[in-house]
């Protein structure tokens, strides 16, 4: 049995190689074929995921296919501009998160937080609705300032420093706006509607997995 700590180290260890191997890629320090397929394989299974269940499925697994025969045909080619590739997946990414919290944030729409909330806790008041309202525009916010600084680092400091800020710094500011969130919460959301990180996550998976769960093409609920 692998106890807390040695199940902790092996997390760790597991995290400290994918940015290892990321670092590697995007600066081009891979076999071409790796350096692609690691540049492309989040990307295209993401899009995948997300579409799966929308009309846009069809779509989205033609475009992937032809991606994935591109890198097989032209993998120096496409190795050459590697960092270009993990500039798209980087900007998409925070891009496409933008889009799905920010469209939540339209009028006759329940914010997206919100509806993780009350996958968590079912009844709510009014206080902890605008709260958590307030918190999809922080992350909205926060998802397109990522998209401007990561382009601006590209094109302005350079790919080196640009795969520096996208390799070791966006993954700890996600976590750190999951902490100031939190410390945020505790002290204006009543305890009893406050909920955890974990609870957190855990409301976002099970909203993931309901069966009316919005999918790119289909409008939430309205709260």
């Not at 990307?43 to 799966?52: E, F, G, P």
């Not at 609705?129 to 302005?156: E, K």
């Not at 939190?182 to 509607?193: D, M, T």
């Amino acid at each position: 049995m692998i106890g807390p700590r040695t199940l902790l180290a092996l997390v760790v260890a597991g995290a400290a190689g994918c940015l290892l191997v990321v670092y590697l890629s995007s600066t081009g320090r891979l076999p071409p074929v790796v350096a692609v397929g690691v540049a492309l394989a989040p990307l295209l299974a993401a899009a995948l995921a997300l579409s799966w269940r929308s009309r846009l499925r069809g779509p989205v697994a033609i475009a992937v296919t032809a991606a994935v025969a591109a890198a097989l045909l032209y993998p120096a080619f496409l190795s050459r501009h590697v960092a270009a590739l993990w500039l798209l997946q980087h900007v998409g990414g925070h891009g496409l998160l933008a889009v799905v919290f920010g469209r939540t944030l339209r009028a006759g729409e329940e914010p997206l937080v919100t509806r993780v909330a009350r996958a968590v806790l079912p009844s709510m008041p009014l206080e902890v609705v605008r709260y958590s309202r307030g918190v999809t525009l922080a992350w909205t916010i926060y998802f397109v300032a990522m998209c401007v600084i990561s382009l601006l680092l590209f094109f302005v400091a350079g790919p080196i420093a640009w795969t520096t800020f996208a390799t070791f710094v966006s993954g700890p500011l996600v976590a750190l706006m999951f902490v100031l969130e939190f410390a945020v919460r505790r002290r204006v959301v009543p305890a009893s509607h406050r909920g955890s990180i974990a609870q957190s996550v855990a409301g976002f998976c099970a909203l993931m997995r309901a069966r009316d769960a919005p999918s790119l093409d289909a409008p939430a609920p309205h709260g």
